[in-house]
């Protein structure tokens, strides 16, 4: 079992920054694949990014390249996601996620959540 807790949302301002993390417990994250989603009200869970075991890979949702950048410490057992030039359309809860498959980006496809953490762009 895996147990992940995020953090790092809040309220910010459209063109502003915020950085999530989420640590680990339980087992080394080494083992997973990683990946950020995000739900807001009233739509879909949805990919944003992912990063595979190594660090050495990632992948993005088309709305977010070049503005989010996710990132891993195996040590530290955590991971990130650097958010820039946010929006008010990336307000959402944003949840962390463990895969044992690399390169999905369905919800399905992965093993383990977090609670989530709020992020709100305000206009």
């Known amino acids: 079992q895996v147990q992940l807790v995020e953090s790092g949302g809040g309220l910010v301002q459209a063109g502003g920054s915020l950085r999530l993390s989420c640590a680990a417990s339980?087992?080394?994250?080494?083992?997973?694949?990683m990946g950020w989603f995000r739900q807001a009200p009233g739509k879909e869970r949805e990919f944003v990014a992912a990063?595979?075991?190594?660090?050495?890979?990632?992948n993005y949702v088309d709305s977010v390249k070049g503005r989010f950048t996710i990132s891993r410490d195996n040590v530290k057992n955590t991971v990130s996601l650097q958010m820039n030039s946010l929006k008010p359309e990336d307000t959402a809860v944003y949840y962390c996620?463990?895969?044992?498959?690399?390169?999905?980006?369905?919800?399905?496809?992965?093993?383990?959540w977090g609670q989530g953490t709020q992020v709100t762009v305000s206009s």
């Open positions: 990063i595979n075991w190594s660090g050495g890979r990632s």
């Open positions: 339980g087992r080394t994250l080494s083992s997973y694949a």
């Open positions: 996620a463990a895969s044992t498959r690399w390169n999905t980006v369905d919800p399905v496809g992965f093993n383990y």
